[in-house]
């Protein structure tokens, strides 16, 4: 392949990768709000304070405004999957928590992607898996140094 073609090749790969869906949409839960419901369950697990997580801290972490993860949460909020409390402290802030609900909604996803992986590796094989996690971390770590990192 010429460089222009291998350009080209690229592109069209990350745009075909972009659209998968390993997190198999389910029922009424988008694939952002299970983003989000994964990244409160990592931050939970990492903090010490059980009232929950800021938005702010949410919105922090997606580097979007406060607003934008507030609407996002109202609607997660509505489907039972998280539970939001102000902050007795300070008024102006809200902790985010998982309900029991969001939780079994992680659980059921993890475990279908789990068997799409397994699938994956099995069709691919384990040696080409481990090559393309291989090239796929070199190359994300000359992108941060080109200064492409985020």
Do not use: W
Not at 30 to 45: D, H, P, T, Y
Not at 84 to 113: H, M, Y
Request: glycine content about 8%.
């Amino acid at each position: 392949m010429t460089e222009k073609e291998i350009r080209e090749e690229f592109i069209k790969l990350g745009h075909k990768i972009g659209r998968m869906d390993m997190t198999m949409q389910l029922g009424n839960v988008s694939k952002a709000e299970f983003g989000i419901l994964m990244l409160i369950q990592r931050m939970q697990s990492e903090s010490e304070d059980e009232r929950g997580i800021y938005v702010s801290r949410i919105a922090k972490e997606l580097r979007v405004s406060t607003p934008a993860v507030s609407r996002m949460l109202g609607n997660m909020e509505k489907k039972r999957l998280i539970s939001r409390s102000v902050d007795k402290e300070s008024r102006r802030n809200t902790f985010v928590c998982l309900t029991g609900q969001g939780k079994e909604e992680i659980a059921l996803r993890e475990k279908l992607i789990d068997r799409k992986l397994k699938e994956l590796i099995c069709h691919m094989g384990q040696a080409d898996m481990e090559q393309l996690i291989l090239l796929g971390n070199k190359m994300v770590k000359i992108m941060e140094e080109m200064g492409g990192k985020k």
